[in-house]
């Protein structure tokens, strides 16, 4: 399995950005799918998740009511709509496969992207 996030890139705050996560594999429906991120200095947190058939959906608190994730599982891509972006966002954004368990832990997860780097100007 492979996995590749880009869309990153260099944005004002208030500003928004989209990213993607194409993944390889036939199965890539059977799997829920996550967002995580890391910022210089901080450990890697959870952003957002969703399951396999993108009815449900989780989110942290700091991005609630402004980030979305969705998925298309005929392109076998996951998406996470940024929006009204803040400094505090800037990070490198990583996708990962949810193999089982709390959506939130990344502990749960199995493979995972390069990282796409989001910076946000204030």
């Known amino acids: 399995v492979q996995l590749q996030a880009y869309g990153g890139g260099l944005v004002q705050a208030g500003g928004s950005l989209r990213l993607s996560c194409a993944a390889s594999g036939r199965i890539f429906s059977a799997y829920g799918m996550g967002w995580f991120r890391q910022a210089p200095g901080k450990e890697r947190e959870f952003v957002a998740a969703?399951?396999?058939?993108?009815?449900?959906?989780y989110y942290a608190d700091s991005v609630k009511g402004r980030f979305t994730m969705s998925r298309d599982n005929s392109k076998n891509t996951v998406y996470l709509q940024m929006n009204s972006l803040r400094p505090e966002d800037t990070a490198v954004y990583y996708c990962a496969r949810h193999l089982g368990g709390n959506y939130y832990d990344q502990r749960s997860y199995k493979y995972w992207g390069q990282g796409t780097l989001v910076t946000v100007s204030s």
């Open positions: 969703l399951t396999w058939s993108g009815d449900s959906t």
